[in-house]
């Protein structure tokens, strides 16, 4: 059955959402700061909005729908981020301005350029209303892109959310060359600290073994078409993060998002040794390799995701 889906932000990611769904039969309006049409009649008559804005896009756009009149639309977003001014996440924020709409969260390894290029992937659709994870399931769901549904949508937005950060560290390391080693290390104690934070803030461990985190988690640290990635393997090579950012195709939310993360995590008692020194490389407070040694000269500790 044809679903009337419409679509905000026309970005990769949007774009690249809005061409699987139209690809599975579905009637699909994509709107972004730039279409001639206006929001409200994108919006006209749709069964889902799917928000796929960048973080700094999401109060915004949010603040604009809630004028209009949208009935019991499912919303689903695909944003990775934290927003600065109340650290909220994207679900929480869309859950917050429309309680009595089911919010669905879509999140896995799903670098679009890979996507638009025909490669198969799979991806995560999270809900506290199960129904509605498993309408966006059959929307989204095909040959190319196998979509799984999960009833922890904290965890599959934070696993998405928090790996941008490690993204970051791993293109550092590649650009140190390190070794494989290393990132390996890396990126296995970049998990044990997103297990660590999410389980702070309520999500569980599961989740985060799963696509949206470490399948998400792998795919970015190993991928050079991942923008997070980018940053950081900019940074090792010298560039400045002004420099990197001007050239880059698109967002890299772990630049935000460690901020971010980083207040909170501090404020909290979160220790987050590695996406610390994150922040610390991006305010050029510190250089790569003193970045790598303090990580490697802190005391020693069993192995756990425990602080
Ligand atoms: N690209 C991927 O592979 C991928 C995969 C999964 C998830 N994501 C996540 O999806 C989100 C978008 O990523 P992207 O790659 O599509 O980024 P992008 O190419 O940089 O596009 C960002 C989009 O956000 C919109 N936006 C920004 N500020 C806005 C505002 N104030 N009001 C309305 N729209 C605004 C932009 O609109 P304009 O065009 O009008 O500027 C653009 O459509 C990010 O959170 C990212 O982490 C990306
Ligand atoms: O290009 P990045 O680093 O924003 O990564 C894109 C997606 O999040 C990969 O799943």
């Known amino acids: 059955m044809e679903t009337k889906i419409a679509v905000i932000g026309a970005g990769a990611w949007g774009s690249t959402l809005a061409f699987l769904a139209k690809a599975n039969g579905h009637q699909v309006h994509l709107w ?16 889902i909005v799917v928000s796929a804005v960048s973080m700094k896009g999401v109060r915004p756009v949010v603040e604009q729908l809630r004028s209009l009149s949208l ?16 650290t ?34 799979a991806t995560v659709v999270g809900s506290n209303d199960m129904a509605a994870a498993k309408l966006v399931q059959t929307l989204f769901n095909s040959s190319r892109f196998r979509v799984y549904t999960n009833d922890d949508p904290l965890g599959v937005e ?3 959310t928090l790996k941008n950060v490690m993204a970051i ?5 590649d650009g140190l060359q390190l070794g494989t080693n290393a ?36 795919a970015t640290c190993n991928s050079p078409l991942s923008r997070n990635y980018q940053v950081g393997y900019g940074l090792a090579k010298g560039k400045k993060l002004t420099e990197i950012l001007a050239n880059l195709e698109g967002t890299a939310e772990g630049v935000n998002t460690s901020q971010v993360l ?3 995590a501090n404020q909290q008692g979160i220790y987050i040794p590695i996406s610390a020194q994150v922040d610390r490389l991006l305010k050029e407070e510190v250089t790569p390799q003193a970045a790598v040694d303090s990580l490697m000269l802190r005391d020693v ?4 995701h425990l602080p």
Request: with cysteine.
């Open 32 to 47: 972004s700061r730039q279409s001639s049409s206006t929001l409200a009649d994108v919006l006209a008559d749709a069964d």
């Open 71 to 86: 009935g019991k639309v499912i919303f689903v977003t695909a944003t990775k981020g934290l927003d600065p001014s109340t």
């Open 88 to 121: 909220c996440t994207p679900s929480q924020i869309w859950q917050a301005a429309f309680p009595a709409n089911s919010v669905v969260v879509l999140a896995g390894p799903n670098l679009s350029k890979e996507i638009q290029a025909g490669l198969p992937a």
């Open 158 to 160: 934070l696993g998405g």
């Open 169 to 173: 560290a791993a293109g550092a390391c």
């Open 183 to 218: 990132k390996a290390a890396l990126v296995t104690r970049g998990l044990a600290e997103i297990i660590r934070i999410g389980n702070h803030w309520g999500a569980k461990t599961d989740t985060f073994y799963g696509l949206s985190g470490l399948g998400d988690l792998l």
């Open 262 to 264: 980083v207040h909170l």
């Open 301 to 304: 500790k069993p192995e756990t």
